[in-house]
């Protein structure tokens, strides 16, 4: 397995303890590339990972700045603002502009693609791991890719023009029945809410949570579930009883990777939601908006310093996707240490 | 054979529902949901599949419990759940298809793929996608020249060098990388390229945030593959005496090559529909631009977008041709892909 050390260590002295390892490993990479070309090629594959470390830096560097400038001259609290306003056509030039409806929305409909697709993700994962024919797993898990290649632009032009006129009888009788909570109240007219784009963004996550999910549902010892069916136990009570606890935090991870994904989309929302700076109580009218959205649909008539406040809002997102997605990660990594798979 | 059996053989086991019930409940509670949906008047297939699908689960788990008993009968419950998400899941991608190819194939022709935007309102049929394909080649080819090397040199560093502590930092952040949302990729370039550095809008900007968003998909897929290497190869070239560095140029990458093209036109097939950041960075242009490093172009996703946003028939209609277009690129890429990776697979057998 290890082939760096098989070619140093026959040569490598014993461990140091009076030196740190900081100081040992550029003197025995040096002794185990003494040729030039070994030498440039390290150089270059490391330079090209630090060049990626570099890039993500870059990243958070240059949108902090530029969100500076914005913030600096804004006259509204950025959190707490329920405009934006950064010409500031309503307060004589002076910008005021926040977040809080770019935030309530974004949680939003992410929360609902979220109830939507993890259950759905689960019973496909599940099917595809348990439950389906075997000949029929493979092509369904390629169905599945295939939803994932879809591009989020072709999901915004299905979404507006084929399913959100359909939805108007769905949405009707939601606010038949549940209006009287305000959360599925439906005025009419045409269905581009937040509900609408949740329902999406459920269809476009759908893939990476089922993936994830599957790999982990696959990876359960085949003795818990052996153990399971010997005691007579049912398919069903098999699966709850040693798939899902051995699988529980490898789930979590997965609907987090989504979370990821619905956070950030971006034209398929702007496609699909008919926006206004409002917070809606209702998820069924239209209204409302997401980070992302708002960035695509607010920069074509945007000044310079227009830029810089969408840069701002754009920073905010980069943040939150960055502690989800390495959340995500890490309960992943762990996992791969502790978990009995390849027991 | 067995008619002499005194005791019945199935009294141990309990009743059990012939094998065909679940195919019998799904097609009534489909006719049911059909005649529900007419008499009532609903007018959104939705609705109707909504129906059909909660009449199979409740249907199938009270037949079940009438002759199965509890248990049995929250097996069949999970398995007919189970059969119904994985519906759910088909039914959109079905209706995807459909439809872009049933409405783009109206405009969709070989005048379409021909021409640009130059001379066409908005509003009045006509014109074409020539000048968004030009673009959108450009630009991906642009953002593969630089994402390719650098994704494949840092997977080449993780697993034929990578020890400590740097590994693990660059490990991790690709990960996260791969999360980064699209379209902060393009605030990122358009920071640091168009406000700060004062370049104009061009194709060269979109393809530095495309290649941003390339380079994690190209590191993960290198890597994967070069993990399937055997190890006896390294061991075999690196007796020989050969360096390190050409037994990973000549034995290595030739053996995993097949995986790492897979992974790489999946990569481009996942930039070449991102819109965000083109929207962004590339500004618009109906017409054609061969330069990409100079003045604003365009692309196919944004040309969808655009069409769309234009808010009628005639955009409509090219706005799905162009989805057309742009659904069966990204497809054959992808059949494409799964093609170089079962005719050059590693052969890790013996």
Redesign the interface.
């Known amino acids: 397995?290890d082939?760096?050390?098989?070619?140093t260590s026959p040569t490598s002295p014993p461990p140091r303890h009076d030196v740190k390892?900081s100081q040992v490993?550029p003197k025995r990479?040096a002794r185990?590339?003494t040729?030039p070309?070994?030498r440039?090629?390290?150089g270059?594959?490391?330079?090209?990972?630090?060049?990626?470390?570099v890039?993500?830096a870059?990243?958070a560097a240059?949108?902090t700045?530029?969100a500076a400038l914005a913030l600096s001259d804004n006259t509204g609290n950025f959190l707490t603002t329920f405009e934006w306003d950064p010409a500031g056509t309503a307060t004589n030039g002076k910008p005021y502009f926040g977040i809080a409806v770019l935030v309530f929305g974004t949680v939003v409909s992410s929360i609902i693609a979220l109830v939507i697709a993890v259950?759905?993700?689960?019973?496909?994962a599940?099917?595809i791991s348990h439950?389906?024919p075997r000949r029929l797993a493979t092509p369904?898990a390629f169905?599945?890719?295939?939803?994932a290649?879809?591009?989020?632009?072709?999901?915004?032009?299905?979404g507006?023009?084929?399913?959100a006129p359909?939805?108007?009888?769905?949405y009707s009788?939601l606010d038949d029945y549940f209006g009287w909570t305000g959360i599925f109240s439906y005025q009419g007219g045409a269905p581009r809410s937040l509900m609408t784009v949740g329902i999406l963004l459920a269809?476009m996550i759908?893939p990476i949570i089922?993936n994830v999910s599957r790999e982990v549902f696959l990876q359960v010892p085949k003795m818990h579930e052996e153990a399971a069916l010997a005691l007579g136990a049912?398919?069903?009570?098999t699966?709850r009883m040693s798939v899902l606890p051995f699988a529980r935090s490898g789930v979590i991870s997965a609907s987090m990777?989504g979370l990821?994904?619905a956070?950030?989309?971006?034209?398929a929302v702007?496609?699909v939601l008919s926006p206004s700076f409002v917070i809606n109580a209702s998820v069924l009218d239209f209204g409302g908006g997401t980070f992302?959205q708002n960035?695509?649909s607010k920069?074509n008539e945007a000044t310079?310093y227009g830029?810089?406040a969408?840069?701002a809002s754009?920073l905010v997102?980069?943040v939150i996707?960055?502690l989800?997605?390495?959340a995500a990660?890490l309960i992943i990594?762990r996992r791969k240490e502790y978990s009995g798979a390849n027991a | 054979m067995s008619t002499t059996t005194i005791a019945k053989p199935a009294s141990l086991r309990g009743a059990r529902l012939p094998r065909w019930t679940p195919a019998v409940v799904a097609l009534g509670s489909a006719a049911v949901a059909v005649a529900i949906g007419t008499v009532a008047g609903l007018d959104s297939r939705i609705q109707w599949g909504l129906i059909a699908a909660v009449l199979f689960i409740v249907a199938s788990y009270a037949v079940a419990v009438a002759v199965e008993g509890g248990r049995q009968a929250k097996d069949r419950l999970a398995t007919s759940l189970v059969w119904v998400t994985f519906l759910l899941a088909v039914v959109p991608l079905a209706s995807l298809v459909f439809e872009t190819v049933e409405r783009g194939s109206t405009v969709f022709n070989g005048y379409f793929l021909t021409h640009s935007m130059g001379v066409v309102a908005d509003d009045e049929p006509g014109g074409g996608i020539y000048h968004a394909i030009l673009g959108t080649l450009e630009q991906v080819l642009l953002a593969s020249v630089i994402a390719v090397p650098i994704g494949m040199l840092t997977a080449i560093y993780l697993v034929e060098y990578g020890r400590g502590k740097l590994a693990k930092v660059v490990t991790f952040f690709v990960d996260v990388m791969t999360g980064i949302p699209s379209i902060v990729a393009g605030l990122f370039v358009l920071s640091f390229w168009i406000l700060i550095l004062g370049f104009d809008f061009s194709g060269w900007a979109g393809a530095m945030a495309l290649a941003i968003l390339m380079m994690p998909v190209v590191v993960r897929s290198t890597e994967e593959m070069l993990k399937l290497v055997p190890n006896e190869l390294r061991e075999a070239s690196l007796a020989l005496g050969i360096p390190k560095w050409r037994t990973i140029l000549k034995v290595v990458l030739p053996t995993a090559i097949g995986g790492i093209t897979t992974g790489v036109m999946l990569a481009v097939a996942r930039i070449a529909g991102e819109t965000a950041p083109v929207l962004l960075l590339v500004w618009v242009n109906p017409m054609i631009n061969t330069n990409p490093f100079e003045g604003s172009q365009a692309s196919l996703p944004l040309y969808i977008y655009q069409q769309y946003a234009a808010g009628n028939q005639a955009g409509y209609d090219r706005a799905w041709a162009a989805a057309l277009a742009l659904i069966g690129f990204i497809m054959i890429l992808n059949l494409a892909a799964r093609g170089v990776a079962r005719w050059k697979a590693p052969k890790t057998g013996r």
């Open positions: 397995m082939i760096p050390s098989s070619t390892p490993t990479a185990g590339a040729r070309g070994d440039i090629f390290l270059l594959s490391r330079g090209s990972g630090i060049a990626l470390l890039i993500m870059a990243i240059f949108l700045y530029r259950p759905i993700a689960i019973g496909i599940l099917f439950y389906a369904i169905v599945i890719d295939l939803l290649a879809v591009p989020s632009i072709v999901y915004g032009l299905w507006a023009l084929v399913v359909n939805l108007t009888g769905l009788w269809i759908l089922t049912t398919r069903w009570e699966i990777l990821g994904r956070l950030g989309e971006t034209i702007a496609t992302a960035i695509a920069f310079e830029r810089d969408l840069i754009g997102l980069f996707t960055l989800v997605n390495g990660r990594a």
